[in-house]
């Protein structure tokens, strides 16, 4: 019997893998299987048994396969009674959770942190006021009379205000429409707080400017001029980097 290497694999199944290339190929059939949707969230791949046989591999070589797969975030290994290897939700959590700990453990310099948010932000906001429509609308200015509301207390809710700020900016992403913004400002927007706990004390005054900031904002998404929220955004993001840097002396 001669064994098509080239030949696709059935919906639900594998093929023979590569004898020269055993574990590599594993892992990219697997994990084209999972990404082109013919495994879905919470399907549960064949027995252990069932793709050894059918990659024609040892126990060793598969079970390293699937650590890699578990790695990338594809799939998840059960153990017990009624473990195997499930297909994860999200292939996005490893990169987040890469991401995160770096922002969080201030891996990244400040001054890069401004850099990117500065210029991702601004397009995000941009789109933002081109796409949205009333729901989006209400729902940012819920949270601008939360923040107002927490405001009215000065300095003593501090933390309550920056985190209706960060939903604030997270809101804006999810206008824009697009996944990839959309993610970058989440996990950005989760993990910043490290950054402000070491430079950015408590200040009655910042926290005024920066609910100025997000009202002008506001406006400028409302009326639609997606130019002026970009600016507007931008200069909101540069000057909460350079109060950090003048009241901490910091410049890497």
Known sequence: MVTNH????????????????????????????ILSGQYQTG??????????????????TLREALRVLEQKGLIEIRLGMNGGAFVKGSISEPMAESLGLMIRYRKISLLHLNEFREDV??????????????????????????AAKIMENGKERWLEFLAIDKLFHQEVAQISRNPIYIFMHNV???NIQ???????????????????????????????????????????????????????????
């Open 6 to 33: 080239n030949a696709p694999p059935q919906k639900g199944g594998f093929r023979a893998a590569r004898q020269n290339r055993i574990f590599q190929d594993i892992v990219e059939q697997i994990q084209e299987a």
């Open 43 to 60: 399907d549960v791949l064949p027995s252990e048994r069932e793709l050894k046989e059918t990659f024609q591999t040892s126990r060793g």
């Open 188 to 190: 950005i927007h989760s």
């Open 194 to 252: 490290a950054y402000y706990d070491e430079f950015l004390p408590p200040n009655e005054e910042i926290l005024k400017e920066n609910y100025r900031d997000l009202s002008d904002i506001f406006e400028a998404i409302k009326k639609r001029k997606p130019d002026q929220a970009c600016a507007l955004v931008q200069n909101h993001v540069r000057r909460f980097y350079e109060h950090m840097v003048s009241h901490n002396h910091y410049v890497s």
């Open 121 to 146: 932000e601004g397009i995000v906001t941009a789109r933002a006021a081109e796409r949205a429509d009333e729901s989006d609308i209400k729902k940012l200015d819920g949270l601008l009379a939360e």
